[in-house]
């Protein structure tokens, strides 16, 4: 059995090692961060079919993680004539396109004429997390 063993190991078997290895790139996952809103614009119009003054509120936003992170818009209404006393909620819907939300709601109750309006355009997250930017409405 020695002889065997021997013979193994005088038949000049030589193993090279390469020490040069490739270290996998890490992942890089996107820091979650609160979602934004790039821009917004709510305006009220004249529809002569309806005899109503809709309003129509837009936003445009975005998220660290990816604009599908974003889960909710809302644009909340406020007089600030009035002492900054809130009005209502109307939620955006999203479209076609997952960075603009929008929605034209009619019989609001808002004064299609009253120029003291301000609402705040506010995104949310899967996380939980917020921002919101305030704009002035376009009123007749």
Do not use: K, N
């Not at 979602?35 to 009220?44: K, S, T, Y």
């Not at 660290?64 to 955006?92: C, K, N, R, T």
């Not at 899967?126 to 704009?135: E, F, H, V």
């Amino acid at each position: 059995m020695r002889t065997m063993f021997l013979g193994a190991l005088a038949t000049g078997c030589v193993v090279y090692e390469d020490d040069v290895h490739v270290v996998p790139a890490p992942v890089v996952v996107p820091a979650d961060g609160p979602p934004w809103v790039d821009g917004a614009d709510a305006f009220v119009w004249y529809d002569a079919y309806t005899g109503d003054f809709p309003w129509t509120f837009e936003a445009w936003v975005g998220d660290p993680m990816g604009p599908y992170d974003v889960v909710d818009v809302w644009a909340d209404v406020w007089d600030e004539w009035a002492g900054g006393i809130y009005v209502g909620s109307y939620q955006l819907l999203p479209t076609s396109d997952p960075a603009y939300y929008a929605v034209s709601v009619g019989y609001t109750g808002l004064d299609p004429y009253w120029g003291g309006y301000t609402v705040d355009v506010a995104a949310y997250d899967a996380q939980g997390s917020y921002t919101w930017i305030t704009i002035i409405p376009a009123t007749l």
